[in-house]
Nanobody, 124 residues
């Protein structure tokens, strides 16, 4: 299972930290974050390899967002800094790609499993 937390309302330029609690099944899986706004497709935000050694970011968040994971606590965190109004979205945790490797996310794939999402709203 995947359970997100940490969303909320923040002013532009502020920061938020999202967390994804994952089941032990995904300890050896790359995990990704996606986001979605009404009427748009879910878009990739960031991903991390199973051991945290590799990361991948969407161009729109590079330098502002940092993804990390703790396989003891079974969490993947997304630190979001310098937030902009265009970051407003529901953020989803994702896992279960074909090979379970971060390369799947680099190639534009999505995993089979999703969390319920957490709302992030950035006010300008």
């Amino acid at each position: 299972h995947l359970v997100e937390s940490g969303g909320g309302l923040v002013q532009a330029g502020g920061s938020l930290r999202l967390s994804c609690q994952f089941g032990r099944t995904f300890n050896t899986h790359a995990i990704g974050w996606f986001r979605q706004t009404p009427g748009k497709e879910r878009e990739f935000v960031a991903a991390i390899s199973w051991n945290g050694g590799g990361t991948h970011y969407a161009d729109s968040v590079k330098g502002r967002f940092t993804i990390s994971r703790d396989n003891v606590k079974n969490t993947v965190n997304l630190e979001m800094n310098d937030l902009k109004s265009e970051d407003t979205a529901v953020y989803y945790c994702n896992a279960g790609t074909k090979s379970s490797r971060i390369q799947d996310y680099r190639l534009g794939s999505k995993g089979l499993y999703w969390g319920q999402g957490t709302q992030v709203t950035v006010s300008s």
